[in-house]
């Protein structure tokens, strides 16, 4: 993946005053909340596969959303860490960031261990988080490297790994004693190598959003984050379709971009890729499936025209937070409070006995971003965070400041 050098993406002149800086901060919380309710489609919107202008849109938020979640998971790491002072990431910082991943690993494996057919993401979040931790000091050239590094190995390594019978097995062997495994099924091998959202895979993500963070959110040049964004889209989702026009056994990604979830996971894993870690190993490498874009197979031009998006939404939600702020601010609200709506609407979905699959009216998507936006507006008019973020908020603190933790 190409690198963009931090001073492409930011401003020659110092500083702007803080009234910019707060609206590109609310421009964060924005995209963040684009996500979630890209992650509500997935889960409780219409089928991708009706032909409508509604099936088309549906189709863009299958994977994305989740893409641009965890790449705003690093740029909210860089926030947590100093931002663009690399020297105040600090041990207690990094201390607090253990903290808070651990939590996040527990609250996602307890959903998981509810049984909710939604593909849980935060349990890899916490183990994102984990990752990280060595790499808070480095400079954003050196991350948009790594990233780019990281998502053509990545997905090499994935691949010869899910298609050895012998490391499989012993991945099952280390299943059996792993505690995560036998409380959720979704275990230190999942999480890692195999899983929904693997870090073998995703990690290309947080090291993009980590770079952007210490690059300075106050500091991004919009026009600049559109021109990368559009170009890795074009890289990525472009040279996807010439690769299925090109190479035999490409897997192909214009049909498969209109399919629905259940039908991108069927064809993903024809292609060889396994998204989520599921079917025997074959021993065989289908190293033509490592040029598809499909959603969630975790395929290198995927992860880059995922980033390429991912960048894009953050560009456009900068500008349309200090453009139309009162208008934003539900989408905004419910961007500041992530965790909370997410943790929730896996609850309601449990609770609903629904798929987490696309084919539901459009009407129960509505009512669930409905439900969301309001709940949000109307708790951030009394509180500054939302409840399950203000728990987690003094949970971190207390951990963290007891003594003999300093």
């Keep these: 993946m190409t690198s963009p050098s931090p001073a492409a993406l930011t401003r020659s002149t110092p500083e702007g005053p803080p009234a910019p800086k707060r609206f590109r901060i609310r421009g964060i919380d924005l995209a963040r909340g684009v996500a979630m309710l890209g992650m509500l489609a997935a889960h409780v919107g219409p089928s991708a596969d009706d032909g409508t202008v509604v099936g088309s849109v549906m189709a863009l938020a299958q994977g994305r959303s989740s893409i641009l979640f965890a790449t705003l ?20 910082a990094a201390q607090k960031i253990a903290v808070r991943a651990v939590l996040i690993l527990a609250l996602g494996t307890a959903l998981v261990a509810l049984g909710t057919p939604v593909k849980v993401i935060l349990a890899y979040y916490g183990v994102f988080f984990l990752l990280s931790l060595p790499f808070l000091r480095l400079a954003p050239r050196t991350l948009f490297i790594l990233a780019g590094a990281t998502a053509v190995a990545g997905p090499i390594a994935s691949m010869l790994l899910r298609s050895s019978a012998v490391v499989t097995g012993a991945l099952a062997q280390i299943d059996r004693v792993d505690p995560i495994a036998l409380l959720s099924g979704e275990g230190v091998t999942r999480l890692l190598l195999t899983g929904a959202y693997p870090a073998i895979t995703w990690m290309p993500f947080l090291f993009v959003g980590l770079g952007l963070g210490r690059i300075g959110v106050e500091r991004l ?35 498969a971009s209109k399919k629905d979830f259940g039908s991108m996971l069927d064809k993903a894993e024809g292609a060889g890729m396994k998204p989520f870690g599921e079917g025997k190993p074959t021993g065989e490498v289908e190293w033509a499936s490592l040029l598809s874009a499909d959603q969630h197979t975790g395929a290198p031009l995927e992860i880059i025209g995922g980033v390429g998006a991912a960048l894009v939404v953050i560009a456009a939600s900068i500008w349309l937070s200090s453009r139309l702020p009162r208008l934003t601010w539900p989408i905004a609200a419910v961007g500041t409070m992530s965790l909370t709506v997410y943790t929730g609407h896996v609850l309601a979905i449990n609770a609903l006995g629904l798929s987490a699959m696309p084919g539901e009216p459009l009407w129960v998507l509505l009512a669930f971003a409905a439900v969301a936006a309001i709940f949000a507006v109307l708790w951030l008019r009394w509180f500054r965070r939302g409840p399950i973020e203000s728990g987690m908020h003094a949970a971190v603190a207390w951990i963290s400041e007891r003594p003999g933790r300093r």
């Design 73 to 92: 998971a690093g740029v909210s790491l860089a926030l947590m860490s100093g931002g663009r002072d690399i020297g105040a990431s600090s041990r207690v």
């Design 221 to 255: 040049r919009k026009v600049r984050l559109l021109v990368w964004g559009v170009g890795l889209m074009i890289v990525g989702y472009g040279g996807a379709f010439a690769a299925r026009l090109l190479v035999p056994g490409a897997a192909p990604t214009w049909e």
